[in-house]
Nanobody
Framework: VQLQAFGGGLVQAGDSLTLSCAAS??????????MGWFRQAPGKEREFVAS????????AYADSIKGRFTISRDSAKNTAYLQMNSLEPKDTAVYYC????????????????????WGQGTLVTVSS
């Protein structure tokens, strides 16, 4: 399974941006994977942002972005999305998407260790 994250860029505070994570490879594995977004700000450790379970009906969010970001997936397109609204300078980071092929149906994992596949990251810069 290969993941490619894209959609990052330079935006101003208050703007919106949508990140996409396109999965390719073994379709069966992709469709059975929970998907997650993580981010790493300069000088900081990578942190959980949001995740969605295998069928897209269960989501989980970090408290820092709850109410501003929305994760979703389109299984027909093998793509996960992160809609980011009301962006703030503190959201500046490299955003990574990841897939957990071992997640049970009811789980939207939050821990990095649960994800087996990772994309290369896309940079989001929010100016004040």
């Amino acid at each position: 399974v290969q993941l490619q994250a894209f959609g990052g860029g330079l935006v101003q505070a208050g703007d919106s941006l949508t990140l996409s994570c396109a999965a390719s490879g073994h379709t069966y594995t992709i469709n059975r994977s929970a998907m997650g977004w993580f981010r790493q700000a300069p000088g900081k450790e990578r942190e959980f942002v949001a995740s969605v379970n295998r069928n897209g009906r269960i989501t989980a969010y970090a408290d820092s972005i709850k109410g501003r970001f929305t994760i979703s997936r389109d299984s027909a397109k093998n793509t996960a999305y992160l809609q980011m609204n009301s962006l703030e300078p503190k959201d500046t980071a490299v955003y990574y998407c990841a897939a957990d092929p071992n997640a049970i149906l009811s789980n939207a994992p939050r821990r990095e260790a649960e994800y087996d596949y990772w994309g290369q990251g896309t940079l989001v810069t929010v100016s004040s």
